[in-house]
């Protein structure tokens, strides 16, 4: 998951985003709004974490004009405002959730999750496709009900295909949404991920659908 933190709060950004990161999600930091806006509408993210008090306007002006653009991914409202007026504007301008500073980063994390989730369609925290499932509160990937390892890249880019699932992926799709705009790797890279991927979850979990990307199949027993 790819998550753009705006916040001015340069130590608050960096310790979040550090706990995030550890957490297994990719983020990228803007100080500003306009910084947040240039970076939302040149990149994909799966959700966008928001500060109220930016230097270079509110929040809920940004978060407006985004919902105005049609930019519609989930935004997650950091604020120090407890006023039930000043979150009623943010949820007027377009927030999903709030939450209140000063916070528990196991919050922030657990409302991310459950707004991306809720973005591809999916109530439950642990997504399954057959006996595969993918616990979106520990990062734990299991296989008829036991543990499989990963490497942190690996258990993005199939977090990715489960949400997604059953729709098909495309290379660059995954490049935008699993990988750092820094490194973002050619498909040869993501083909090589793909093969580890099946090696450990079984060939036929991973459908490759030939000019257009990879598909999740629910396919039934432990695979290979």
Known sequence: MKVLLIEDDRALAEALGEALGDAGLLVETAGTGGDGDYLLRTERYDAVVLDLGLPDGDGTRWLAQWREDAIDLP?????????????????????DDYVT??????????RLHALVRRSHGH????????????DTHTGSVTLAGRPVSLTAQETRLLAYLMHAAPRVVSR???AEHV????????????DVQIS????????????????????????EGEGA
């Open 75 to 95: 935004v997650l409202v950091l604020t120090a405002r407890e006023r039930w007026s000043d979150k009623a504007a943010g949820f007027s301008a377009g927030a």
């Open 101 to 110: 500073k000063p916070f528990e980063t196991a919050e922030v994390l657990f």
């Open 123 to 134: 109530a439950h925290p642990v997504l399954s496709a057959g006996p595969l499932s993918y």
């Open 172 to 174: 660059s799709e995954l």
């Open 179 to 190: 990988y750092d705009r820094d490194h973002e790797p050619d498909s040869n890279v993501i």
């Open 196 to 219: 580890r991927l099946r090696r450990k979850l079984g060939g036929e979990r991973i459908e490759t659908r030939r000019g257009q990307g990879y598909r999740l199949v629910a396919v």
